[in-house]
């Protein structure tokens, strides 16, 4: 069965510094893998996806995203953090192909002044 | 270009009352898809149309959610009747076929 984690809650980083936010998943066949963000009261904006090639893959804002095939993560990260990047982001996994997403439970991002 | 509308963006009901929630997708999005999004979770699928057919609502609760997309583009959900544990948000989301998904703004419906 394919599952995603998201093994921190919350995410606290200041201003300025470089942001990791982790996700783990299990899936099989080839992942699919997807970032996206959510603020308040929005539904979620997509960030980035990584479907093959360079395991290195850039998005929105700034953000970009590192697939490892062997400990099976797809870590969100971004240089410099701003305060507008506080939000829920969301990890998600589809097997083979676009269509039935599984979400991760979601991380909390709060970058600090 | 104008995103995935939904509406009531928010409803309180009562508990085993009816309620129903409208999707409107990206303009030439063939698939549509409805999340339910409980508080502290990410979204779990409930049902996704291709065009106006059912590809998958293995997680779709039939004894009480009906979903619809009768002519292809716009979508309803309805939950009749509902329970407490439906309160949720519910997201819709569209896509081109083979593609990355779209999401709503949601409805948040609280059952009291």
């Known amino acids: 069965a394919q599952s995603v984690a998201q093994p921190e809650d919350q995410v606290n980083v200041a201003e300025g510094n470089p942001l990791t936010v982790k996700c783990t998943y299990s899936?099989?066949?080839?992942?699919?893998l997807f970032w996206y963000v959510q603020y308040p009261n929005r539904g979620l904006q997509f960030l980035l996806k990584?479907?093959?090639?360079?395991?290195l893959v850039k998005g929105s804002y700034g953000f970009e995203a590192e697939f490892n095939k062997s400990q099976t993560s797809f870590h969100l990260k971004k240089p410099s953090a701003l305060v507008s990047d506080s939000a829920l982001y969301f990890c998600?996994?589809?097997?083979?192909?676009?269509?039935?997403?599984?979400f991760g439970a979601g991380t909390r991002l709060a970058v600090h002044p | 270009e104008a995103g995935v509308a939904q509406s009531p963006r928010y409803k309180i009901i009562e508990k085993r009352q009816s309620v129903a929630f409208w999707c409107n997708p990206i303009?030439?999005?063939?698939?549509l898809y409805w999340y339910q999004q409980i508080l502290g979770q990410g979204p779990k699928l409930l049902i996704q149309?291709?065009?106006?057919?059912?590809?998958?609502d293995s997680q779709l609760p039939k004894d009480r959610f009906s979903a619809e997309r009768l002519k292809g583009v716009d979508s309803t959900l309805k939950i009749q009747p509902a329970k407490l544990e439906d309160s949720a948000v519910y997201l819709c989301?569209?896509?081109?076929?083979?593609?990355?998904?779209?999401f709503g703004p949601g409805t948040r419906l609280t059952v009291l």
């Open positions: 989301a569209s896509s081109l076929i083979h593609n990355e998904q779209f």
């Open positions: 899936v099989s066949g080839n992942p699919y």
């Open positions: 990584y479907i093959t090639g360079d395991n």
């Open positions: 998600a996994v589809a097997s083979g192909g676009y269509n039935k997403l599984i």
């Open positions: 303009s030439g999005h063939a698939t």
């Open positions: 149309f291709q065009n106006n057919g059912v590809v998958d």
